[in-house]
């Protein structure tokens, strides 16, 4: 299983923190393997390189990744670039994860209104996944979970989630639910929580639930 990977495309620019829990009848711990360490405390992104891989354009600026920094060619806020960053787990769970929780905090800055620029987090099956260009920079084909923020021509600001056994995806037509939630230009950073236990699948952003099911299994996938 590869977790996490966070994809960003165009120039959206996000301040990014993932936390990894585990679940049991016992206790809640903290996978520290599979989160990012207090990003105060290191000085480059490379300190990072032994449990994560970046790509593209990444940066790490002042205790925040950025996953998209603005372009060094674009001087004017008019002006507009493509860019791509993503960053992935090195490491799969040396064991089964039947109950976890995933935290996400972002932070979109610089992108307003209708654009290509969104955000993907994938809990996916390593072996089942091949990077790409055409799903924000990550895999069209894979087995797994994909949650999607950006803002759609029809739906406006929206999360969508994706559930996939190893085809290619769709993007316009087959998520499980879109939920609109307003992302853009927060003065604050967004904390996205994904928490899965016996298929039950629950996605909430700063206490709002934006999707919720009990007829997820992920198990089979990951």
């Known amino acids: 299983m590869a977790m996490v990977g966070s994809i960003s495309v165009l120039s959206l620019s996000l301040v990014l923190l993932i936390q990894f829990f585990t679940a049991s009848s016992a206790a809640v711990g903290e996978l520290a393997e599979f989160s990012l360490p207090n990003l105060v405390s290191i000085s480059s992104i490379e300190e990072l390189s032994s449990r994560w891989i970046r790509s593209g354009d990444t940066e790490y600026d002042e205790g925040r990744i950025v996953l998209t920094p603005k372009p060094k060619h674009i001087v004017s806020k008019d002006e507009t670039g493509v860019q791509l960053g993503s960053i992935w787990s090195a490491h799969s769970p040396a064991s089964q994860l039947d109950a976890f929780t995933v935290e996400l905090t972002i932070r979109s800055l610089g992108s307003f209104g209708l654009t290509n620029a969104g955000l993907s987090l994938f809990l996916v099956d390593k072996g089942s996944a091949s990077l790409g260009q055409s799903n924000f920079g990550g895999p069209v084909v894979y087995k797994g979970l994909q949650l999607l923020v950006n803002m759609d021509e029809k739906l406006g600001p929206v999360l969508r989630v994706y559930l996939n ?40 952003c700063d206490n709002k639930l934006l999707f919720q099911t009990d007829k997820v299994n992920l198990s089979s996938l990951l």
Do not use: C, W
């Open 165 to 204: 056994d190893g085809k290619s995806i769709n993007l316009a037509t087959d998520y499980l639910g879109a939920y609109r939630y307003e992302f853009q230009g927060s003065h604050v950073p967004l904390t996205m929580k994904v928490a899965y236990e016996n298929k039950f699948l629950k996605v909430t």
